[in-house]
Structures are given as structure tokens and as C-alpha cells.
């Protein structure tokens, strides 16, 4: 679902602050004076106070504190509407907090009468449905939104898919791929809707008249060869695909299926050709593209005679990486003992995905792996403000202050990191090893001798 900023709230919150403004400007006003506003109507000291304490207590997550200012609030607002749908929104908003769906949905509902086009409630109104799985009342509420927000067209797919329209649910699908490009999300949605419905046959069917009627259509080819390739009929797949490049030449989504094909083929030379059109498209999205460049890396690996190639596809990443590309980048050099190369693809990826914990772990084993102790001990402190419980990364934290000639900084990573080490002897051996280094570092060798006993009785498995 779409979590968008409430400029509702927003918009009270100025008229608020305004009237205090005035208020404070102005002469001493009676307890009751009012400050009137066009949007909001007539807002009285009283409630402004209780309106606020409800917001302060919302703020800290005292929901039922919040309930019972805002009940004070409505009270004070003297029948005003407005005010009453302002106080009713934000009753709805904690009601939800506390799952008292049933209120909440009353509370919104409230407002609508009122506000029938209010965007921000409608929103909120669509999250109570949601969380309860009332997909059926959702329906006509997201093809309101819809009018306001196109976005909101895939939830709608994924409600009809819920409530088993399945043919609505293609046909928006197919609507939404015809103006927005290939998605993963909806190729998934599209994937369970054939899967769930067991009538991949009468689809395909279907798919192959659109096409005898509208051979323009791209969409309908890009489905057929999915469905034939989920089939596993690949042959009929495969022809399908050279059916659409040669009716559509200049088509980029085909390319997401032919490069495949043509790996499986035999036809390297086509397969990169392929290749290179996904990485360059601005039609295919990156999660489409990482699937690829997964294949990629497979396919030269093991064919080592193709790893010039890995340096175009390198240079289509430059500007469009991520943290997943840049791990699989990384890992490719480190398999080919590249680690330089490697290690500048990791912390690349660490800038942009920096709680990744796969990602961390092959960085800061790297920097040790390289002596790049420094770095190393700065990374494994911000990776252990991320993920505190992780013994893994005390240890390394460990090895590079060791290095580092910092024993002290060592002693405490190491000491720390015992605490949350589980069943792993071969880990727990490496912490004894670094404490017996860091004592020894201190001249402390009864210590370190205790550490080095301790380690030499651990026994590992072959």
C-alpha cells in the first residue's frame, strides 16, 4: 500500500500555530475567545489545548491517552463540523494504532460524510480494510483514489486478484504493463493468477487470438512467452520471442526473454547482444536487470573464455548499481582472485546498501584479507551499530584493532562479542585467538596463556 505525507494534518497544524500566534499578540482575550478560520471553523483555547495533547500523546505511542483528549476536544469544538471531522480523523488514526478496527473504520467514515473526496482519510480508511482483509470493501474505495493517484492501480490488481476476479485482474495488468513497461511485482502477480487459476491452456489460447487480431501488441507477445515458458514448453517460447523482435525490431523487453533462450541455444555471440540491450534499457527495470546479470556471472564463470565481456557490463552499471549488483560483481572478481577489484565493488555497495549483512561480512573478510586494517576496524563499528548481536562482527572488529596495535579497543570488542556467540566452535577458537594476541600485545601472559589454553581445547569437527 502507498504511505503518503498528510497534508491534511499538515494544513491544521499551520491553521493551529496561527491562531496561537494571534493569540499571543493580542490583549489578554477571555478563556473562551475564538480564533475563526475559513477551513477549519471556530477553534476555541479549550479545544486547541486538547487537540495538541491529543497530537503529544499520539507522538509518544499513548494512543489511549490521545483517545481521551481527543474526546475532550469534541466536546470543545461546540458542534462545529469541521472541527468534529478534524478530532474524527485523528480518533480513527489512534483507534487503528490499537487494532479497534470496527471504531476506527466508524471514525473514518464519519469524516467521509462530510469530506467525501478527502484523500488523506480515504487512505487511511483503505489501511483498516487491509489489515483486516476486508478486500471486498477496499475495491470500490481504491477506484476512488485511483482518480486522484494512477499508483494506486496495482493495489487494485492485487485486490482483484484477493477477491479471485481473476480476469479483471489480468486485464488491469495488462493495462498497466501496455503504459507503465515490464514490473517484476505485477510479472509475480501475473505468475500467481495463473498458477492459482490452473487454466494456463485456455490463456495461452486466448493470448494467441489477441495476437492474430492485434499483432502491434507487445504485451500479449511478452505474456505468451511467459506463460509457454512457465509451461515449460521453451521451443514454442523461444519462436514466440523471435515472432515479436521480427513484427517489433526495436522492442527492448523482448531481449529479457531472448538472451536466455539463446544461452540455452548455443548462440553466445546473440546471447550478448541481448545482454547488453536489457542493461542499457531505461524500459527495464533494475531488479529485472540484477536477474540477468546473475546469469551473466554464471554463464562466464563457466566460460572463462567470455570474461572480457564482464567489463562492458561492468560500464552499465557504473551509474545504475546498487548494493546486490555490486555484491555480485565483487564475489566475481573474488572468484577469479581479482580481490582488489573485488573489494572496491563491495565498498561501493556498502555506500549504497550499508545494512546488508552478506555485503558487510565479504567487505570487512576483504579488508582483513588485504590488511586494510584501518578501514576495517571503522567498517566493522558502523556494521556492529547496525546489527549489535552479530558475534561475527566483534571478532573482526577484533583482528584489525589488533593489528592496529589498539589491544585495549581489541580486548573489549572481543570480550563483548563472546557474549552473543552461539554454537560455533570454530568461531569461538578465532575470539580466544585474538585475546591471547591482544594480552600477549599487553604483556599480560597469564592471560594470554589462559586464551591460548582455551582455544587448544576446543575441538573441531573435520
Do not use: C
Request: proline share 2%.
Amino acid at each position: 500500500m502507498k504511505l503518503k505525507q498528510l497534508y491534511f494534518l499538515s494544513l491544521l497544524w499551520g491553521i493551529l500555530l496561527s491562531a496561537s500566534i494571534t493569540y499571543a499578540q493580542d490583549e489578554v482575550p477571555d478563556q473562551d475567545s475564538a480564533t475563526v478560520n475559513e477551513d477549519l471553523g471556530t477553534v476555541t483555547d479549550a479545544f486547541q489545548e486538547n487537540f495538541f495533547e491529543a497530537l503529544k500523546q499520539k507522538g509518544i505511542e499513548n494512543f489511549e491517552l490521545a483517545l481521551d483528549a481527543l474526546t475532550l476536544a469534541e466536546r470543545a469544538a461546540n458542534g462545529d463540523s469541521k472541527n468534529i471531522a478534524v478530532v474524527n480523523f485523528e480518533k480513527g488514526k489512534n483507534l487503528a494504532e490499537l487494532k479497534r478496527y470496527d471504531e476506527a473504520e466508524a471514525s473514518f467514515n464519519a469524516v467521509l460524510t462530510t469530506q467525501s473526496g478527502n484523500m488523506d482519510v480515504q487512505e487511511a480508511l483503505y489501511d483498516v480494510y487491509y489489515e483486516t482483509s476486508e478486500y471486498e470493501k477496499a475495491i470500490p474505495l481504491v477506484q476512488k483514489l485511483i482518480k486522484k493517484d494512477e499508483d494506486y492501480k496495482e493495489d487494485l490488481v492485487n485486490l482483484y486478484g484477493r477477491t479471485k476476479q481473476y480476469d479483471k485482474a489480468l486485464e488491469l495488468l495488462d493495462e498497466l504493463d501496455e503504459s507503465w513497461g515490464e514490473s517484476a511485482y505485477r510479472n509475480a502477480l501475473r505468475r500467481n493468477i495463473y498458477k492459482v487459476t490452473g487454466n494456463s491452456e485456455g490463456a495461452i489460447t486466448n493470448l494467441q487470438d489477441k495476437i492474430d487480431e492485434n499483432p502491434e501488441n507487445e504485451q500479449d507477445y511478452l505474456n505468451l512467452i511467459f506463460l509457454y515458458s512457465e509451461e515449460g514448453t521453451t521451443e514454442k517460447a523461444f519462436e514466440t520471442a523471435k515472432e515479436l523482435l521480427k513484427n517489433q525490431p526495436e522492442s527492448e523487453l523482448v531481449h529479457l526473454a531472448l538472451y536466455k533462450f539463446y544461452l540455452d541455444d548455443g548462440q553466445n555471440e546473440e546471447a550478448f547482444k541481448s545482454m547488453d540491450i536489457v542493461f542499457n534499457s531505461s524500459k527495464i527495470e533494475k531488479e529485472s536487470k540484477y536477474k540477468v546479470l546473475a546469469d551473466f556471472i554464471g554463464f562466464v564463470n563457466e566460460n572463462p573464455a567470455y570474461e572480457a565481456h564482464v567489463d562492458k557490463v561492468v560500464a552499465s552499471f557504473n551509474n545504475d548499481g546498487s548494493g546486490e549488483v555490486y555484491e555480485t560483481l565483487g564475489t566475481y572478481y573474488v572468484s577469479k582472485g581479482k580481490k582488489e577489484v573485488a573489494l572496491t565493488f563491495y565498498e561501493k555497495g556498502i555506500k549504497l546498501d550499508d545494512d546488508n549483512y552478506s555485503l558487510l561480512k565479504n567487505t570487512l573478510l576483504l579488508q582483513i584479507d588485504l590488511q586494510k586494517n584501518t578501514e576495517a576496524a571503522n567498517l566493522s563499528e558502523e556494521a556492529l551499530g547496525t546489527f549489535p548481536a552479530q558475534a561475527f562482527f566483534y571478532l573482526l572488529n577484533g583482528v584489525a584493532n589488533n593489528r592496529l596495535g589498539k589491544s585495549d579497543t581489541a580486548i573489549e570488542s572481543l570480550e563483548t562479542g563472546l557474549d552473543f556467540l552461539l554454537d560455533d566452535p570454530r568461531v569461538e577458537r578465532d575470539f580466544y585467538d585474538q585475546l591471547r594476541t591482544a594480552y600477549e600485545a599487553k604483556g599480560d601472559t597469564n592471560k594470554a596463556a589462559s586464551f591460548k589454553l582455551k582455544a587448544a581445547q576446543i575441538k573441531l569437527d573435520n
